[in-house]
């Protein structure tokens, strides 16, 4: 896995619509989006409820759009309602962070994070995106609410005076860090996710690095931001004409006089009121306006199964709205994502696409196993007892070498040699080492010794025809001492029997078992 090649410069950030339309992209932020939109939905249906709205009241005037702001209901109406956006919010920063950590592993080369993995990846981060925003507010909040109190006191007769002239500079500096704190509050809302989720900050961490990009790279983040923007419009732009196009082209095709015509004339056209009809930019961006003109007039309202299929139709176009949507926030991302990278490497000249991150750690901590540990004791007894059970070890096995060319046809040549019990045998092949394992099992009345020579000799002749030899690894002790189970080895045979004579003149190691040994 190769990262990608950056210039780390303004040009990467181009590469943002390309990279942002994978459909894991998409996906996981359409997932947030549903999520944030639910939560709002019935929050805000309940803060109408304290209100004293009825349900029917405020579907018939907002629909699948209910907005609270503008009604005057209560303060516990509004407070619920201002619970259904901060959801929302909070689902969006949650998914745009997702999507921050696919983004960098994408760049880094690893194209198979999935959302899960991105998921797995937030739930563990999660306070960070949530709370960093709020913690530099709070330390803003928290100097001005000091300096009120010494303003106070500079309410006292003739000290007040001395108190707040004295440490004038003091205050001045103070009230220069508290603007420049909300400077970097409204950088960390462009970049705290990508922050999050390539550096793998928590809270406080990710408040660090926005107060850094805020005094280290002031120029870039003016520049990159208007250009980031101008993407997502230009991105979002041609993304929509596509979803336009496909939308119109189903509607000239079964709005045919001779196909549905009228039919679905009502069906689209109840379905795009429900949808798109309340918001006036996404409509405009689907052309909606010029799409009637083309489909057949109907006045007559919608039948029953017409009024089901309209709903379906309703529930599809809210899906590619939002889709349309996610892109769009999936372009912002991505170049804020890529942003971040280069301002890491123009700060610090670190090119965090070469770090090592929490998941890849994990997995070297995962390998890294010492073999005195406890933990180890269990795998050392498994590689000592490795080998065939008494109960399943088979009665004959024998290791073929050859070609790895020629292995598919001698599997099906040993396939057809059968033991006394007429099953066929057990076979594992290596390809790549040119080796195959063949094992013929016994039933309960066993083989019999011609039978395992038998089959010992045909599968010599098997490997032989295809330019290659046996060992017979596995075989009773009856028949291991009538066989060579090493195969016809002839010409390495003399190499390796003198290697035997210098080293073992007395044949006192593994006697009768070496190559060629009598």
């Not at 405009?284 to 139709?313: C, K, T, W």
Request: charged share 15%; with cysteine; proline share 4%.
């Amino acid at each position: 896995m190769q990262p990608m090649k950056l210039h780390f410069d303004v040009r990467d950030i181009f590469r943002a619509p390309r990279l942002a339309l994978g459909g894991k992209k998409i996906w996981i932020l359409l997932q947030a989006n549903l999520v944030g939109y639910v939560s709002y939905f019935v929050l805000t249906h309940l803060s109408f409820l304290v209100g004293g709205w009825s349900m029917r009241e405020v579907w018939a005037e907002y629909g699948l759009y209910p907005c609270l702001m503008g009604n005057d209901s209560g303060v516990v109406a509004l407070v619920i309602w201002l619970l259904g956006c901060l959801a929302w919010f909070v689902s969006i920063l949650l998914g745009t962070t997702a999507v921050a950590r696919v983004t960098y592993k994408q760049l880094k080369g690893d194209e198979f994070y999935s959302s899960g993995d991105a998921w797995k990846f937030v739930k563990k981060h999660w306070h960070a995106p949530v709370f960093t925003h709020l913690s530099i507010a709070v330390i803003a909040l928290f100097f001005v609410v000091i300096a009120a109190v010494f303003a106070l006191i500079g309410k006292i007769p003739f000290l007040g005076e001395l108190f707040f002239g004295i440490p004038y500079l003091l205050w001045f500096f103070g009230s220069v860090f508290v603007a420049y704190t909300t400077v970097v509050l409204v950088v960390s809302i462009f970049f705290t996710h990508a922050v999050v989720g390539t550096m793998e900050e928590d809270t406080m961490g990710a408040v660090f690095q926005n107060y850094s990009i805020t005094w280290s790279q002031p120029w870039r983040t003016l520049l990159y931001l208007p250009l980031i923007y101008t993407l997502v419009y230009v991105g979002m732009a041609i993304f929509s004409s596509f979803m336009c196009m496909g939308y119109g082209l189903i509607n000239i095709v079964f709005g045919h006089d001779s196909l549905m015509g009228s039919k679905l004339h009502r069906m689209v056209s109840w379905a795009s009121d429900m949808v798109l009809e309340p918001i006036s930019p996404i409509t405009q961006a689907f052309n909606i306006n010029d799409v009637h003109s083309y489909l057949p007039d109907a006045s007559r309202a919608l039948g029953p199964m017409e009024y089901f299929g309209a709903v379906f139709v309703a529930l599809s176009l809210f899906l590619i709205v939002g889709t349309v949507l996610s892109y769009g926030l999936s372009v912002k991302v991505v170049a804020q994502t890529i942003a971040v990278v280069i301002f890491r490497m123009k700060t610090d000249e670190e090119n965090l696409l070469e770090r090592k991150d929490e998941e890849e750690l994990e997995l070297e901590n995962e390998d890294d196993w010492s073999i005195d540990s406890d933990s180890s004791t269990s795998v050392w007894k498994s590689l000592s007892d490795f080998g065939w059970d008494k109960r399943t070890q088979p009665t004959l096995g024998i290791r073929v070498n050859v070609l790895p060319s020629t292995i598919p046809s001698l599997i099906k040549s040993f396939l057809r040699l059968y033991g006394k019990n007429r099953m066929p045998p057990a076979i594992v092949a290596h390809p790549a080492h040119g080796t195959i394992l063949v094992s013929w099992f016994t039933n309960d009345h066993g083989e019999t010794d011609d039978t395992i020579d038998n089959l010992i000799e045909k599968a010599k002749t098997l490997a032989s025809q295809s330019g290659g030899n046996i060992v017979v690894e596995n075989v009773p002790i009856s028949t291991k001492s009538r066989i060579d189970v090493w195969g016809d080895i002839d010409r390495p045979q003399s190499v390796v029997q003198g290697l035997k004579t210098q080293y073992d003149p007395n044949g006192l190691l593994n006697p009768g078992r070496f190559v060629s040994d009598s």
